[in-house]
């Protein structure tokens, strides 16, 4: 309900100034095309409020309304109702009613497609028909040079104006649709890659090294024990302490390096152009590091992480296989004691590793 309503409020906002650009100049265009027909005076009363006052009143409406969405169409189809009252009260001079009935019609087919675009026909059809009841029917084809002039304004700048609405909106749209596409990538807890976008740079990253003979090394990441950190000390601990890690890789890694949360307590990182000595020592450091965390409510707290490596090996023959080595590295680092970093090596040894 609420997100409703902020969309409505959105719609209204948008429709404020182009209503106001619109209606004003477009009462430019009536007034010459009504003025040699000496029409009563309420009809200028009514000019001056549908063209300096109605689009005020109209945003007001919408804005305080429960549902300021549908007051923003039912404020569409007034103008709509007024633009075919105007036509009809100028006998259809050609040239300021056409561009008066054509600017509604397309600003109903901006808002509200196709749907609207026949409503808003409808109530022009009534607004025409009101101005009959109370003028009769009548149609003028004279045009004079005041009335060609006094149209100039709305066939140029309400289109203007109306552009831009739809380039601020497509904007927005594109901002929004990125926001939508980080989201999709991202894991809301840590703000890292998630499981998948991480296997599909992966992927990218290993027919890259293939294609190159570039250097890289993967790491998966394992938080010791850490059921039991949530067991005892409960998940609100444990999620401090995944964010905990999340911001020691962003602290320890390069900006092109990629570091993911592969899932529950594991994270991965992919490490370009780095040797796996290079990425030993930063695994190490990234260890070292996150074993001197304290938290701020739970003094006696203890982390450690088992890191499992593998470089990039010309022999690997997918993505697949290469964090297959990784994760047997962690594996071992995890068997031989944890709190250290394993890489795949052929001598499966173990790297700056703390023996407990």
């Not at 993911?260 to 070292?288: K, T």
Request: hydrophobic fraction near 45%.
């Amino acid at each position: 309900m609420e997100n409703q309503r902020g969309k409505g409020l959105s719609f209204a906002r948008r429709i404020y100034w182009p209503r106001i650009i619109g209606l004003s100049i477009g009462g430019i265009s009536v007034l010459a095309a009504i003025y040699p027909l000496a029409p009563p005076d309420w009809v200028w009363a009514l000019l001056l409020f549908n063209g300096l006052i109605w689009p005020h009143l109209a945003y007001q409406l919408s804005t305080r309304s429960g549902f300021p969405y549908r007051a923003e169409r039912r404020n569409l189809l007034y103008d709509s109702l007024l633009g075919g009252f105007w036509a009809a009260t100028m006998q259809f001079n050609p040239l300021p009613a056409v561009t008066i009935l054509s600017m509604m019609c397309m600003n109903n087919v901006a808002a509200g497609g196709l749907r609207l675009f026949i409503r808003g026909g409808l109530a022009q059809c009534a607004g025409i028909l009101l101005s009959w009841a109370l003028f009769g029917a009548a149609f003028s084809t004279q045009i004079s040079p005041l009335q060609i002039y006094a149209c100039l304004p709305m066939l140029t700048l309400y289109p203007l104006a109306v552009g831009m609405v739809c380039y601020r909106l497509a904007i927005k749209l594109s901002e929004h649709k990125r926001a939508l596409s980080a989201l999709s990538r991202t894991d809301s807890l840590t703000g890292l890659l998630n499981h998948g976008s991480w296997k599909d740079l992966l992927h990218i990253k290993f027919h890259k090294c293939q294609q190159q003979q570039m250097e890289a090394s993967i790491a998966l990441i394992d938080i010791d024990h850490f059921k039991a950190i949530n067991d005892t000390y409960g998940h609100i601990v444990g999620d401090t302490v995944l964010r905990h890690l999340s911001n020691e890789l962003r602290r320890n890694l390069r900006h092109d390096d990629l570091a993911g949360r592969y899932g529950g307590d594991e994270f991965c990182v992919i490490l370009p152009r780095m040797s796996r000595q290079q990425a030993l020592d930063v695994m190490e450091r990234l260890r070292q590091v996150f074993n001197q965390y304290q938290h701020p409510e739970v003094q006696e707290l203890k982390v450690s992480l088992s890191i499992g490596l593998a470089a990039f090996d010309s022999s690997f023959p997918d993505p697949a296989s290469w964090l297959d080595a990784a994760d047997k590295a962690l594996y071992l680092a995890k068997n031989n004691g944890r709190n250290r970093t394993a890489s795949n090596d052929s001598e499966a040894h173990f790297s700056h590793a703390q023996m407990a």
